[in-house]
């Protein structure tokens, strides 16, 4: 373990064998679609959850990334601003939108209205990490990987000011490394 982590809160196991259920969810869920959805993956903190996911997923899906955070710290602001766009028209497309943690809410739901604007048709959300008691807007995703409390999590992609995004799996840190900022 990190010597940084307090605890671990999801296991490497559990997120690999979570990767495999959400996979057949999913695959489940388009199977009758005319077209396979496009996945798009919020960068950075989705990378590891989409790379774990979309070998699980029995379809001829594609996956596009986009950069919207505005995160800054232990807080998620209000403020949300694309930083990296689709590489491609998502015209009458299908979406599966790809994030690490629905914190506030804020994020999927700006996120989902700037797809609707570029033409998208249905819009869904997988989530690695739900934190449900934060929720500031009326937002809820398709696919829940775990639900977790209200606590600052980093690792499988989450991050505290860039650091450890590396970790195999998902951690509480110790307050003194918030506390030596
Ligand atoms: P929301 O817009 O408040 O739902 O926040 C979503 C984004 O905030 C996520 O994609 C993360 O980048 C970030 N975030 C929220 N909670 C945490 C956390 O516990 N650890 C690390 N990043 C977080």
């Known amino acids: 373990m990190h010597p940084d982590v307090k605890k671990i809160l999801v296991s490497e196991e559990e997120i690999q064998k979570k990767c495999t259920q959400l996979g057949q969810e999913i695959t489940e869920a388009y199977r009758n679609y005319p077209q396979p959805p496009l996945l798009v993956a919020l960068l950075k903190g989705s990378v590891p959850f989409l ?31 694309i930083l990296k766009d689709l590489g491609q028209s998502i015209k009458g497309r299908d979406i599966l939108l790809v994030e690490d943690i629905v914190d506030t809410g804020r994020t999927i739901v700006e996120v989902g209205k700037m797809l609707k604007n570029k033409g998208a048709n249905e819009i869904k959300v997988v989530t690695l990490l739900d934190k449900p008691s934060r929720r500031v807007v009326d937002a809820k995703a398709d696919f829940v990987g775990f639900e977790i409390p209200n606590e600052f999590v980093i690792g499988f992609g989450l991050d505290y000011n860039e650091k450890y995004r590396n970790l195999n799996y998902v951690g509480v840190l110790k307050e003194e490394v918030f506390q030596g900022e």
């Open 51 to 81: 790379a774990c996911l979309i070998s699980r997923i029995e379809l001829d899906i594609e996956y596009d990334f986009m950069d919207v955070s505005s995160y800054n710290g232990t807080e998620s602001m209000g403020d949300v601003r």
